[in-house]
């Protein structure tokens, strides 16, 4: 499976942006989808979910009620919609994915060892 991310850039603070990933190569609408996003110098970490179906989303508490994923399984992409941003939120964005029987709580969710495939990363940058 292979993952390509798209639509990162340069926002001011309070701005908005929508993240795109582009799957190929696999059965993308049996896999879970996730986003993850890693700030100069810190590890990497969970910012948003989706389940195969599109029924079930999860966030990360710091980006709940700004940010929204969402899925198209006939396109093979996976979205992020990022709206309110802030400068803490500049940061190498990553989609990931893996086959949804991976999964078997909300939390598994959030654990970037449970996605096998990555995408290259797209990197956006909040200026205040």
């Known amino acids: 499976v292979q993952l390509q991310a798209s639509g990162g850039g340069l926002v001011q603070a309070g701005g908005s942006l929508r993240l795109s990933c582009a799957a190929s190569g696999g059965t993308f609408s049996s896999y879970a989808m996730g986003w993850f996003r890693q700030a100069p110098g810190k590890e990497r970490e969970f910012v948003a979910a989706?389940?195969?179906?599109?029924?079930?989303?999860y966030y990360a508490d710091s980006v709940k009620g700004r940010f929204t994923i969402s899925r198209d399984n006939a396109k093979n992409t996976v979205y992020l919609q990022m709206n309110s941003l802030k400068p803490e939120g500049t940061a190498v964005y990553y989609c990931?994915?893996?086959?949804?029987?991976?999964?078997?709580?909300?939390?598994?969710?959030?654990?970037?060892?449970?996605?096998?495939?990555w995408g290259q990363g797209t990197l956006v940058t909040v200026s205040s």
């Open positions: 990931a994915a893996s086959d949804e029987l991976r999964f078997y709580s909300s939390s598994d969710y959030q654990l970037k060892d449970k996605y096998d495939y």
């Open positions: 989706i389940s195969w179906s599109g029924g079930r989303t």
